[in-house]
């Protein structure tokens, strides 16, 4: 339930809070549930791919040097700079986005997602599907919208994103 469920709980539990903050509901996704299950059964298997090289070869090279926690950090690091390239491609879906506040938010998920290999003993079933999730559920809120950012120049919405994915780590 963790796996596929963790992202969508983020993203709700944000969208709550900025009604809570601001009283008003923030922009939706526009894709149906249905929808989102249906992308996270085909795309688990494209997932395989990035999961056997980032948890499956990476992950445990890194850790036997580092240890899981660190070695974790730093893959997030790497998997948020591994994207890079698509903040230029204005079709992307993370064009417009505070690299920033993604690579926060990818460091917390590849937290996430080692601890879901550490406990099931380094099978990567569970870090494939939550991957998929993550990929599939996580425009329930989108990050980038259009419309006014702050100082910082990221948008609130991402900021508590990011903050209650930490938050989900830390109590993992």
């Not at 709700?12 to 996704?29: C, N």
């Amino acid at each position: 339930m963790f796996a596929v469920g963790y992202i969508a709980a983020i993203k709700l539990v944000t969208a709550l809070i900025h009604r809570a903050l601001t009283g008003q509901w923030p922009h939706f996704g526009t894709l149906p549930s249905i929808s989102s299950r249906l992308r996270s059964r085909i795309s688990t298997p494209v997932q395989a791919g990035e999961e056997i090289g980032w948890r499956g070869f990476a992950l445990p090279r890194l850790a036997s040097r580092l240890g899981l926690g660190p070695a974790s950090v730093v893959l997030g690091l790497i998997w948020a700079v591994w994207h890079l390239p698509l903040f230029f491609v204005r079709e992307a879906d993370t064009f417009g986005q505070s690299f920033p506040m993604y690579t926060m938010a990818v460091v917390a998920i590849s937290i996430a997602i080692s601890l879901l290999y550490a406990k099931s003993d380094g099978g990567l079933l569970l870090p494939m599907l939550f991957h998929a999730a993550v990929n599939n559920t996580k425009d329930i809120v989108p990050s980038a919208t259009p419309g006014p950012r702050t100082r910082s120049g990221s948008r609130p919405r991402s900021w508590r994103g990011s903050a209650w994915s930490w938050c989900g780590c830390s109590a993992s």
